[in-house]
């Protein structure tokens, strides 16, 4: 059974840093595009960031560019979301998520087939 498990979830205040991982395991995912998405209370799910397989493509929501990095080490089956500069209004459940095949760059939410159970991000003002 392939899953995705996220990790680094916390508290964290303004300005600070936290690292979220997202393990995989059941199957490689060398070959999907891993993408990190958020959901806050009472608003629905938003776009973080996506990397394809090979890491040459990556794409980040306006609101965190420049602040949050998505990286990958397929040799571990693991993706990664380094966030800096953080922000009371990054506060959310955060989720990774993999997808094979897709139709256009970045996929869709809709498009991805795995998804983790979320790690929950806190940031203090």
């Known amino acids: 059974q392939a899953q995705l498990v996220e990790s680094g979830g916390g508290l964290a205040q303004a300005g600070g840093s936290l690292r979220l991982s997202c393990a995989a395991s059941?199957?490689?995912?060398?070959?999907?595009?891993m993408g990190w998405f958020r959901q806050a209370p009472g608003k629905g799910r938003e776009f973080v960031a996506a990397m394809n397989w090979s890491g040459g493509e990556i794409a980040y929501a306006d609101s965190v560019k420049g602040r949050f990095t998505i990286s990958r080490d397929n040799a571990k089956n693991t993706v990664y979301l380094r966030m800096n500069s953080l922000k009371p209004e990054d506060a959310a459940v955060y989720y990774c998520?993999?997808?094979?095949?897709?139709?256009?760059?970045?996929?869709?939410?809709?498009?991805?087939?795995?998804w983790g159970q979320g790690t929950q991000v806190t940031v203090s003002s």
């Open positions: 059941g199957r490689t995912f060398s070959d999907y595009a």
């Open positions: 998520a993999a997808v094979r095949r897709y139709e256009s760059w970045p996929p869709d939410g809709k498009e991805y087939e795995y």
